[in-house]
Structure formats: structure tokens, C-alpha cells
């Protein structure tokens, strides 16, 4: 298990003459053998920050530690010895087309120099794993998109690495697929106590899986919490365009019309009780029920829901506290486009 701490971080290109800021002073801690996610829209800078996790990417500004070691202090050689304790997951699989399976999990231990019997051993070992024992001899094109993932997952444990990194490894695959991936992760660092950093477009991804998570926007940190905090009470227009997931789902409503939109939130247990239909019994006024969602966060269920309260403003505070005394969070919208 490895702690990541990230200070200070800024990531300049120069292209043609312009600078362009894909990382401007990021500062994050990632707790040993956590699941944490990282998430933004196309562009936001996500994956040059995972990719400077490992130097892939050198940071022009600022530090990255792995349990304590300054990355930019290490050797070519001693960087490299380093980068073995971190795996990489992509969402292209990048596997080798012309090896078969058990090739395409070896080749790190060959490269590592270990001997072709214990390497085998080892790369069978892994496909049971993942769920793959019997297709050791397929090549990577008579594979689905899932087992290429598992074989990518088993290639990247090959080492026994400290820290697994996912950029974007579900986003290629169906639902139901990405699910039996992300099951597998936290299988993972169940089992073997791996770091895990997931880098994602995806909320309903950090959801499923990840302990905290940080919203990257236009190469900054502009929220960063426990995922149930930022589900429930988000502070940023970032983090709740996420949560309604705007930019990757059917929204039939662009933009509601009136001017007193809240937001609530309840668990599993607050769900038991119809708390809607009894504000409306009990205050004898009419609500709108705007959006309505469920998610699996962390193992529980979290609904959510946007609610039109009347034009009264004493009645609105009332209707909105005895709502919060249910256990619900209420939080006010104020641009609801």
C-alpha cells in the first residue's frame, strides 16, 4: 500500500508559439489503499494529472510523492525501478495483438527478468484473478472488451504493484461490463490492499467504487471530499453538472420554470418514508417534483430529487426545514438551467 501526495502540481505545454496550463497548482493526498477518484469533462486536464503521477508526464511546477520519495529527486534508473511498483490501466486495453493472453501478462516479467517458468506460474496465477484461466491461449482480437480490461488488469498486477492507475478504463466498455471491471477493482484492493486512483468523465463510475474524490475543471481542483459529501451537499457548479450528468445523459428539461428549485437527497433508510407526500399533506400546498434519480453510492442507495416549493418564501423555509428534520439534505439551486 502507497500514499500519493501531490503539491503544488502545474503541467505547462508550449505548442506553436502559445502556453497552455493543463495542470495549474493541483495539491491532493491520496490515502494509502484507497480507491480514489478523479473526475472531469474532456479536457479538464484528468489524464495528464494521472500521467504525471508516474512522470510520464514531468511536472513543470511542483512534487509528487510516493510514500514520502520526491519523484523528481529519483535517477532515470531509480524512477524506473519506481514504476514498477505502479500499474497502468487504459481505457485502449494496449494490449499486443500479436501475443496471446498469457504473452500479453508476462511480458512485464520478462522485462523484469523473470525466468519463463515462475513468469507463466505468476501470469496463470493472475487469470484466475481476473476470471480469464481458460483463455490464456486467445489473442487479444477473439476477446470482448471486458476480458481485454481483465487481461490489461492482470497485466498491470504483474509486478505487484503498490499503486494501480485507471485512466478511463471503463468508458469503452457497456454498462453491465464496466460493472464486472469495477467489481473487480475493488475486489483487488480488497484482497491485496492496492492503491487505486480511477480517472473518470463518469459519476456514476466514482459512485460505484471510490472512497474520495477530487473534480478537476480547466486544470484545477475545485472540490475534492468523501464521494458521499460531494453527492449529497456539492458546493461547485462542477461537481453538481456531474451529479445531474448533463453532459452524458438524456435531460428531457433544459431549464425549469420557476425560481425556487431545491435539491434533496436521501439515503436508503430516509427512502422507507414518503416524505414528499407528507409535506404536501401537511403543509396543504402543491409541489413539483422536477427530476428524480437513484444512485448506488458506496454499496447504499442515495436518491436525489428537484423540487419546485411555492412562491411564498415563509412557507418555502418551513416546507424546507421540515423536510431537513426527515434526515434528508436540502440544498437551494440557484441556477437550475
Known amino acids: 500500500m502507497s500514499e500519493i501526495k501531490i503539491r503544488h502540481l502545474t503541467k505547462r505545454f508550449e505548442a506553436e508559439g502559445h502556453t497552455l496550463t493543463a495542470l495549474d497548482d493541483v495539491n491532493l493526498t491520496i490515502g494509502s489503499g484507497s480507491i480514489y477518484g478523479i473526475i472531469g469533462m474532456s479536457g479538464a486536464g484528468k489524464s495528464t494529472l494521472v500521467r504525471s503521477i508516474n512522470y510520464l508526464e514531468k511536472p513543470t511546477e511542483g512534487s509528487v510523492f510516493i510514500d514520502d520519495t520526491d519523484l523528481a529527486e529519483l535517477s532515470p534508473k531509480e524512477l524506473r525501478k519506481k514504476r514498477a511498483n505502479i500499474g497502468m490501466i487504459f481505457q485502449g486495453f494496449n494490449l499486443l495483438e500479436q501475443k496471446n493472453v498469457i504473452d500479453n501478462v508476462t511480458l512485464p516479467l520478462k522485462i523484469a527478468g523473470t525466468s519463463k517458468k515462475e513468469a507463466r506460474e505468476k501470469a496463470r496465477a493472475l487469470l484466475r484473478t481476473v476470471g480469464l484461466e481458460d483463455k490464456e491461449r486467445a489473442y487479444p482480437s477473439r476477446l470482448s472488451g471486458g476480458q481485454k480490461q481483465r487481461v490489461a488488469i492482470a497485466r498491470a498486477l504483474a509486478t505487484d504493484p503498490q ?38 468523465h463518469q459519476m456514476s463510475v466514482v459512485t460505484e467504487i471510490c472512497d474520495r474524490v477530487a473534480i478537476v475543471e ?105 423536510i431537513k428534520e426527515r434526515g434528508l439534505s436540502v440544498t437551494e439551486v440557484k441556477d437550475h438551467a
Open 163 to 200: 499503486i494501480l492507475l485507471c485512466d478511463e478504463a471503463t468508458s469503452a466498455l457497456d454498462p453491465q461490463t464496466s460493472k464486472s471491471i469495477l467489481d473487480l477493482l475493488k475486489e483487488i484492493n480488497t484482497r491485496l490492499g492496492i492503491t487505486i486512483v480511477v480517472i473518470t
Open 218 to 322: 480547466n486544470g484545477r481542483i475545485v472540490e475534492e471530499g468523501s464521494v458521499d459529501e460531494i453527492f449529497t451537499s456539492p458546493k461547485t457548479d462542477a461537481a453538481r453538472e456531474l451529479i445531474s450528468g448533463k453532459k452524458d445523459s438524456f435531460s428531457p428539461v433544459d431549464r425549469f420554470d420557476t425560481g425556487n428549485v431545491v435539491r434533496i437527497v436521501f439515503s436508503e433508510n430516509s427512502a422507507f418514508e414518503p416524505v414528499i407526500a407528507n409535506t404536501i399533506l401537511k403543509f396543504n400546498t402543491p409541489i413539483n417534483i422536477l427530476k428524480a434519480d437513484t444512485r448506488n453510492v458506496n454499496g447504499q442507495a442515495k436518491g436525489e430529487m428537484l423540487l419546485g416549493l411555492p412562491e411564498d418564501e415563509d412557507l418555502r423555509i418551513a416546507i424546507m426545514e421540515y
